[in-house]
Structures are given as structure tokens and as C-alpha cells.
């Protein structure tokens, strides 16, 4: 049972006053998906113009349980539309906040 590995990135210049900082936002994301036997994020950091959090699932049979999830929490902290979660294996597949 093999982990997956996403990267979530946000647009730096599409966050708002009303979207909470990178840290509330992988403390969020990481209790989630821990209370939910899902996976964790494992990092973050920002530059050009992005925000980035790296997020592992724990199995791949979880994979689709553990989007939803991850999409949910991300509308509720309102983050901007153009965020995307990005999958590179086995290819490179990016996912919406409403795909």
C-alpha cells in the first residue's frame, strides 16, 4: 500500500484579508486528515507567487476520500478558486476546489 504525494498551491497574489495565513491553513488541513486516518502534510513554504503545502496520503485506496476531504476544508477557509491540488504520479493530474 503505497503513499500518494500532492502538493496544494495557492496563488499568493489571489489571497484575500478573509483567507486565513499558510500556517492556519496546513494546521487545518494536517488535523483533518490525521483525525480522519487519511494522511498529513509534511511541509509548505512560499515563493514567486505561490503558496505551497505538500500533503501525503497514507494509502492509495483512500486517495479519492481523502480529495473530498482535503476540498472541503479548503472552501471552508475560503480559499481563492485558483487553488489547485496537484498529483505527479503515476502522471501529472491537477485538481480543483470543485472538480
Same mark, same amino acid.
Given at each position: 500500500?503505497?503513499?500518494?504525494?500532492?502538493?496544494?498551491?495557492?496563488?499568493?497574489?489571489?489571497?484575500?484579508?478573509?483567507? %486565513?495565513?499558510?500556517?492556519?491553513?496546513?494546521?487545518?488541513?494536517?488535523?483533518?486528515?490525521?483525525?480522519?486516518?487519511?494522511?498529513?502534510?509534511?511541509?509548505?513554504?512560499?515563493?514567486?507567487?505561490?503558496?505551497?503545502?505538500? /500533503?501525503?496520503?497514507?494509502?492509495?485506496?483512500?486517495?479519492?476520500?481523502?480529495?473530498?476531504?482535503?476540498?472541503? /476544508?479548503?472552501?471552508?477557509?475560503?480559499? %481563492?478558486?485558483?487553488?489547485?491540488?496537484?498529483?505527479?504520479? %503515476?502522471?501529472?493530474?491537477?485538481?480543483?476546489?470543485?472538480?
Amino acid at each position: 500500500m503505497a503513499s500518494t504525494f500532492l502538493e496544494i498551491v495557492v496563488k499568493a497574489s489571489d489571497i484575500t484579508a478573509s483567507v %486565513p495565513s499558510r500556517d492556519a491553513i496546513e494546521e487545518s488541513l494536517n488535523a483533518a486528515l490525521t483525525a480522519a486516518q487519511l494522511g498529513e502534510v509534511t511541509g509548505g513554504g512560499a515563493g514567486s507567487d505561490v503558496v505551497i503545502l505538500d /500533503v501525503e496520503i497514507w494509502q492509495e485506496e483512500h486517495f479519492h476520500d481523502a480529495l473530498s476531504l482535503m476540498r472541503h /476544508v479548503l472552501r471552508e477557509l475560503k480559499v %481563492p478558486s485558483s487553488t489547485w491540488i496537484n498529483r505527479y504520479k %503515476p502522471k501529472k493530474i491537477s485538481y480543483g476546489l470543485t472538480d
